[in-house]
């Protein structure tokens, strides 16, 4: 599986003919080999080079779409969750029939529209769709096209004119989850007023549409953007809410629950490769559970990396929340462990010890990738951590169960909204005094490409020596 990944990461700097930084990756892994000494081994992982490599070579399909760019109208079906914004729309679009010399003819791909607010549209939904049709560039140091490339989006309409057709297409099972999460965001927004209705639905949901550019702003300097990003963290508690409640139930139906509920949880907050690799760690958790084996975390991690990049081999490469959600968990797995004797002066008091030994294991190793891609360093996040993640659970239930209570009782609604709404502000108070430090957070835009791998390599030796 290792070996795999390699070929994917190999195969992309090839075909972006990056040859200085290839052979450097190369000639790491060929000491690897010979510092290893096992020639099954190298064999394997050779054998798993080679079908990364032609896994992520074949996984560039954008249909034929590129035989008609400039003005175009398009028949096609919305077939993903409308991404609203506060000022506009973004819909990602299933390409059917385009008009050419006055004729319908078939076409295939996706393509991103951008339109405006009103009216809106929702999955499944089929729309005549006018405009310029054009490949995506990249926006400053901003990669646009390789972003889009990981949902495979090969071509954008920047102002469309859009009109509804008669037709329908998509699922069931996904137009009711889209339906029951719009309506649950719609019950947040009744019950707290912002920011905090949409603070809470990003907690909850992941939604970060709503959330105003300052309290954003905020967020990133204080390194806190993690709590309103769904990962491991909201799994494991799933697990946990849904363990206790079916405490009654044997431990195969508990189970066999957990893992349908993840996957519609799943889709729910959108699908996000952070988010699907927190579920298939917590699935395989739970399977280890199912057939009485014992858990390997490090195990899981390599297989649910393995398993997204054998179904999307783009996200390994250009997904960058994909590759701090790695990084990050492989520093709750392999340095926390080593630096949590550095922690033994602080108080276990609620989890304020963790809570510092987490931040900063997930950092130590995720740090290269956040600076290099953001440019700015956090130096507040450890202690903004410590205080703020022992109130985010509670906010949750109680933001959970205020919207499941709205739906029998308003006056037990209010009550629970009202405790949730006071712990959100207090999140909110100490997010803002904490961002407001002096230098609680600094840029740091020398960092390349060569000073993050000789970081890792470094980095890799002293788990390897301390282990």
Not at 78 to 102: G, N, P, Q, S, W
Not at 400 to 409: P, R
Not at 438 to 447: H, M
Request: charged share 15%; hydrophobic share 55%; glycine share 6%.
């Amino acid at each position: 599986m290792l070996g795999f990944l390699l070929g994917v990461f190999l195969c992309q700097l090839y075909l972006e003919q990056d040859y200085l930084r290839l052979l450097f990756f190369f000639s790491l892994a060929i000491f690897f080999w010979i510092w290893n000494g096992k020639i099954a081994l190298i064999l394997l992982v050779f054998l798993g080079a080679i079908l990364g490599a032609c896994r992520f070579q074949s996984s560039f399909d954008s249909g034929n779409l590129f035989d008609y760019l400039g003005r175009v109208e398009i028949r096609a079906c919305i077939e993903t969750e409308v991404d609203l914004r506060l000022d506009a729309v973004k819909y990602t679009l299933d390409a059917k029939k385009i008009l050419v010399d006055r004729q319908w003819r078939p076409i295939s791909g996706k393509f991103l529209v951008n339109a405006a607010k009103y009216p809106l549209y929702h999955y499944g939904d089929c729309l005549l769709v006018k405009g310029e049709m054009q490949k995506p560039e990249p926006i400053e140091d901003f990669a646009y096209d390789k972003f889009l490339a990981r949902y495979d989006i090969y071509a954008v309409i920047y102002r469309a004119d859009l009109s509804l057709l008669p037709e329908r297409s998509g699922y069931l099972f996904f137009e009711s989850v889209y339906r029951f999460k719009n309506n649950f965001e719609r019950s947040l927004g009744r019950i707290f007023s912002e920011p905090q209705g949409s603070f809470m639905a990003g907690l909850i949901l992941g939604s970060r549409k709503g959330i105003p550019p300052d309290l954003m702003s905020y967020f990133n300097t204080t390194g806190l953007t993690h709590i309103i990003a769904i990962s491991g963290y909201n799994i494991t508690l799933l697990i946990v809410i849904i363990g206790s409640l079916l405490s009654f139930l044997s431990r195969k139906t508990k189970i066999f629950v957990s893992v349908l509920v993840i996957f519609i949880f799943v889709v729910l907050v959108g699908m996000s490769a952070a988010v699907v690799r927190a579920a298939i760690m917590g699935v395989i958790g739970l399977l280890a559970l199912w057939f009485g084996r014992i858990y390997l975390i490090d195990f899981a991690l390599i297989a649910a990396a393995f398993s997204m990049a054998l179904w999307n081999p783009k996200i390994l490469v250009y997904d960058v929340g994909f590759q701090l959600s790695f990084l990050a968990t492989c520093g709750l797995v392999y340095v926390a462990p080593l630096i949590k004797k550095w922690f033994l002066w602080l108080p276990e008091f609620v989890e304020v010890r963790e809570a510092a030994t987490m931040t900063v294991a997930a950092q130590i190793m995720a740090l290269p990738v956040i600076l290099l891609n953001f440019g700015r360093l956090s130096l507040i996040s450890p202690l903004a951590n410590i205080f703020v993640l022992p109130f985010i659970p509670l906010a949750m239930i109680f933001g959970f169960f205020a919207v499941v209570a709205s739906y029998f009782s308003a006056f037990l609604s209010k009550v629970l909204g009202f405790f949730g709404f006071l712990i959100l502000q207090l999140i909110i108070v100490l997010v803002k005094f904490f961002a407001n430090f002096p230098f609680a957070a600094i840029d740091i835009t020398w960092l390349n490409f060569w000073f993050v791998s000789f970081y890792f390599l470094a980095l890799l030796l002293w788990i390897r020596r301390c282990r």
